[in-house]
């Protein structure tokens, strides 16, 4: 099973960055999702080994996932952040996808995001 560590969560103000990272313990498809307080956890974006990528409604356009496989790290760029995006983030493996919530078997402990207004 592989192994995932994510860092860079923190406390900022609305319209700041924020960059997450995912470490990997090995060759695999990362996914990025979030839980807000009393709500489901759901994907935001995802990436195979190739770098393709794809984003929930949620995520597109403020957000960029990307990977450096050497490091075998994903990170998430967060940039204009809003108070709505505040969450515990998680990253999680995937073997065979990585576009829907049932490819991914594997979780991080999960990085708090707190957006203050």
């Known amino acids: 099973q592989v192994q995932l560590v994510e860092s860079g969560g923190g406390l900022v103000q609305a319209g700041a960055s924020l960059r997450l990272s995912c470490a990997a313990s090995?060759?695999?498809?990362i996914g990025w999702f979030r839980q807000a307080p009393g709500k489901e956890r759901e994907l935001g974006a995802g990436i195979n080994w190739y770098s393709r990528t794809y984003y929930a409604d949620s995520m597109k356009g403020r957000f960029t996932i990307s990977r450096d496989n050497a490091k075998n790290t994903v990170y998430l760029q967060m940039n204009s952040l809003k108070p709505e995006d505040t969450a515990v983030y998680y990253c999680?493996?995937?073997?065979?996808?990585?576009?829907?919530?049932?490819?991914?078997?594997?979780w991080g402990q999960g990085t708090q995001v707190t957006v203050s207004s």
């Open positions: 090995g060759r695999t498809h």
């Open positions: 999680a493996a995937a073997r065979h996808c990585y576009d829907s919530v049932p490819c991914f078997d594997s």
